[in-house]
């Protein structure tokens, strides 16, 4: 699924054995079956099966990565924020950025400009 937003988000879900639910446009997208470890994004797991959602070992999850150049085999240093990941030695916890939001709608062709005030309903 693409997510259409102004700051270029995109659904990514499946590379090689690997998952990232939300990739940022502005960096890496790996192809289909790349291996390479370098989609980066929010929501994110390396050796896993993300088409039936199973993991392989708990050492790779985070949930927040920046945009990096950082593909596997020479990179040692991935970039993330917070320290909510997997133990896994080139996983390395940094600041966080902010906070994340994800809106759904069914319907909503839309979504306000930024700096608009939201409300609990939003009229499309």
């Known amino acids: ?14 590379y090689g054995n690997n998952g990232c639910r939300i990739a940022l446009t502005e960096g890496h997208l790996s192809g289909a079956n790349e291996n390479d470890d370098n989609t980066h994004g929010l929501g ?6 993300p088409l039936d959602n199973t993991r392989i070992g708990s050492l790779w999850p985070h949930d927040v990565s920046n ?10 240093h991935v970039r993330l ?5 997997g133990s896994g030695s080139s996983l390395m916890s940094g600041p966080v950025y ?3 939001a994800i809106y759904v709608s069914m ?18």
């Open 98 to 100: 902010g906070s994340y």
């Open 1 to 14: 699924a693409v997510v259409s937003t102004q700051s270029g988000h995109y659904g990514r879900g499946a």
């Open 81 to 85: 924020q917070g320290t909510d990941h």
């Open 67 to 76: 945009i990096q150049d950082c593909p596997l085999g020479s990179c040692n």
């Open 107 to 124: 319907d909503a062709h839309k979504f306000p400009e930024p700096g608009q005030q939201l409300a609990q309903e939003i009229k499309v």
């Open 44 to 49: 994110n797991d390396y050796r896993c099966n």
